[in-house]
């Protein structure tokens, strides 16, 4: 669908860790994000006002009996591009309001 900006993750008794996803379609404007689980493929209706984390560590305990530690993490990529453009543009604002 889209790239994953955001992952949820909880394990289950066994060991074995889930998986949620909050993927970000960029051909809409404004972005739109959508929930999808790595592993059965579930991806809900996004038209309420539930939060999405709550809704993804509902899945996560209700289909796979992972409820142990929910973890919520942003994506490496959208971390260090953050990075990189909020410096950039500062230096920007900064060079356009001294050569006014």
């Given at each position: 669908?889209?790239?994953?900006?955001?992952?949820?993750?909880?394990?289950?008794?066994?060991?074995?860790?889930?998986?949620?996803?909050?993927?970000?379609?960029?051909r809409?404007?404004?972005?739109?994000?959508?929930?999808?689980?790595?592993?059965?493929?579930?991806?809900?209706?996004?038209?309420?006002?539930?939060?999405?984390?709550?809704?993804?560590?509902?899945?996560?305990?209700a289909?796979h009996?992972?409820?142990?530690?929910?973890?919520?993490?942003?994506?490496?990529?959208?971390?260090?591009?953050?990075?990189?453009?909020?410096?950039?543009?500062?230096?920007?604002?900064?060079?356009?309001?001294?050569?006014?």
């Amino acid at each position: 669908m889209g790239s994953a900006i955001r992952h949820f993750t909880a394990g289950r008794a066994d060991g074995q860790v889930f998986t949620v996803n909050i993927e970000r379609d960029f051909r809409y404007d404004p972005y739109r994000d959508f929930l999808v689980c790595a592993h059965c493929d579930w991806s809900p209706s996004l038209l309420t006002t539930r939060r999405l984390a709550d809704m993804a560590g509902e899945h996560l305990a209700a289909a796979h009996g992972a409820d142990r530690g929910l973890a919520d993490r942003e994506n490496e990529s959208f971390r260090k591009a953050r990075w990189v453009v909020l410096p950039l543009c500062v230096v920007l604002v900064v060079v356009l309001l001294m050569s006014l």
